[in-house]
């Protein structure tokens, strides 16, 4: 028969044993050492000076001294006055006490227990810092946490990616922001499984502030809309906005901030109802540089629901751009309205224009020669009635008759002359160069495989453009032909009140 037991070699009392409470009592001892294993330290390398009956320490030192020589990698137990050491076995479990941790032996030693978890399979609950319960099995409390990607010399990729998975399209897939409690804005996949932005003010619920469309990336501001009207554009506003001007409720707006305090400079907003003599559009609105803060918003340019345009003006557009105030070109004498080829039809003025004609900016105005007044006067007698080819082309008989003369005549009549023409204002010729028409292009949205990734990006609407030939035309600086003209008339009358006499 063994004398002791074989896991905690325990000492056994044998058949006729004389004084068997000595040997019962030792293996109360020893069961009352590590049961329930609690140990004050593990870092000291030689016995404490002051030690308390039944005190347990893990001697972890490599070589201990004093009363724990030999006891590396043991329990060490004060009993009786003495110190004595416990062999573990693999599998012992010792609570630290001075550091709130469980250590277990293994065939390596003494190691923390939290070192040899490695997995923990389908937990119900779980709680950081705070209680988990049933509506919500997993819980932390804490200030700061970290996610961080296993790199390539670890065995990972370098990479992280959080996957968080719904069972389907009409369920919900989101992450919810709260303060003290109470729901404040949403992230996710809301009953769709395009991505969506909610908030929501102190009292009432959520409202969708924005979405962007999983098939088209398209993002559309305060929430779904109906089919785009221009093709698939990038971002949409689908909020009624205001018209007044001031409140741009829900437009685009630009702020200026000083002291804490921000103001609205400019704003963007769209347009509805008929008040203001717009069916629908756009407005763009600024304020004054008065240097103050207060005050509304002045629209500064709208943009009707036919394409018109007005410049300072609110009022109900009937031209394609309408201004309420000067129009000056950015630069002086440096740029032209209209083009050769794009011409105006019509110019309506109160007055006529304006041509400077100061002293200062001319050289001294030299005599016109005879062969330049007899080409005036050879002028004059070209003019005569005439009616242009369109017009006749859709009136017909119905088309009016104008007054004036050809270029090409006035080529001719001044080369007879031995004039250059084309040295002289009142002579114009311009070309522009051919344009090659386009098909009308229409609007296609993007198209993406099963897992998103564009294969095709979004092509926008573009209008047939039919092209123009090259050519060039033929005009008059019609001031400077007449003043031409009139210095004709004036050599003419001084003949004939030379060969009438006195």
Same mark, same amino acid.
């Given at each position: 028969?063994?004398?002791? =037991? ?124 705070? =209680? ?11 200030? =700061? ?113 000083? *002291? ?64 309420? *105030? ?7 004498? =440096? ?116 897992? *998103? ?50």
């Amino acid at each position: 028969m063994p004398e002791t =037991t074989p896991i905690l070699a325990l000492p056994l009392i044998a058949a006729g044993q004389a004084q068997k409470h000595v040997t019962h009592n030792e293996a109360l001892i020893q069961l009352d050492a590590v049961v329930q294993l609690a140990c004050r330290d593990k870092d000291l390398a030689a016995p404490p000076a002051a030690p308390a009956e039944g005190d347990r320490y893990l001697v972890l030192s490599p070589a201990p001294t004093g009363a724990w020589a030999g006891l590396s990698g043991q329990v060490a137990q004060f009993q009786d006055g003495r110190w004595r050491g416990l062999a573990p076995k693999p599998g012992w479990l010792a609570w630290i006490l001075d550091e709130d941790e469980l250590y277990i032996f293994t065939a390596a030693g003494w190691v923390r227990f939290r070192s040899t978890l490695r997995q923990l399979q389908t937990l119900t609950r779980l709680g950081l810092g705070t =209680t988990a319960d049933a509506a919500n099995p997993f819980a932390a409390k804490l200030n =700061t946490a970290l996610w961080t990607a296993l790199t390539t010399a670890e065995g990972g990729t370098g990479d992280l990616r959080c996957t968080l998975n719904k069972q389907g399209p009409g369920n919900v897939l989101s992450l919810l922001f709260q303060s003290a409690f109470t729901g404040r804005a949403e992230i996710g996949l809301s009953g769709s499984d395009d991505l969506t932005i909610k908030v929501a003010p102190d009292t009432g619920g959520f409202r969708e502030a924005l979405r962007i469309d999983r098939a088209t990336g398209r993002v559309d501001v305060a929430g779904p809309a109906p089919a785009p009207l221009l093709g698939a554009p990038a971002l949409r506003l689908t909020q009624d906005l205001a018209t007044d001007g001031s409140l741009l409720a829900g437009g685009l707006t630009m702020q200026a901030s000083s *002291g804490g305090l921000a103001w609205t400079v400019a704003g963007l907003a769209g347009t509805g109802g008929t008040a203001s003599g717009f069916p629908g559009g756009l407005a763009v609105f600024v304020k004054p540089a008065d240097g103050a803060r207060p005050g509304a918003l002045r629209e500064a340019a709208r943009f009707g629901p036919e394409g018109n345009l007005g410049l300072g003006t609110s009022a109900p557009l009937t031209t394609r751009l309408g201004v309420a *105030g000067i129009i000056a070109h950015a630069a002086d004498n =440096t740029w032209s309205l209209g083009t050769p080829a794009l011409r105006a039809s019509v110019l309506y003025a109160g007055t006529g224009a304006i041509s400077t004609s100061d002293a200062r900016e001319k050289t001294p105005v030299a005599p016109l020669s005879e062969a330049e007044i007899a080409a005036g006067r050879a002028l004059a007698r070209e003019i005569g009635t005439f009616r242009f080819h369109d017009a006749v082309a859709r009136k017909g008989d119905g088309a009016r008759r104008h007054v004036g003369l050809t270029v090409q005549r006035a080529v001719a009549i001044l080369e007879a002359e031995g004039l250059d023409p084309f040295v002289y204002g009142f002579v114009c010729r311009d070309s522009w160069p051919a344009v090659a028409p386009q098909e009308a292009v229409p609007a296609t949205e993007a198209v993406r495989d099963a897992d *998103g990734a564009t294969i095709a990006p979004a092509v926008p609407a573009r209008a047939a453009c039919p092209g123009r030939a090259a050519g060039e035309r033929y005009g008059f600086r019609t001031d400077q032909l007449l003043l031409f003209l009139a210095r004709g008339f004036e050599a003419r009358l001084t003949a004939l009140e030379a060969a009438a006499g006195p």
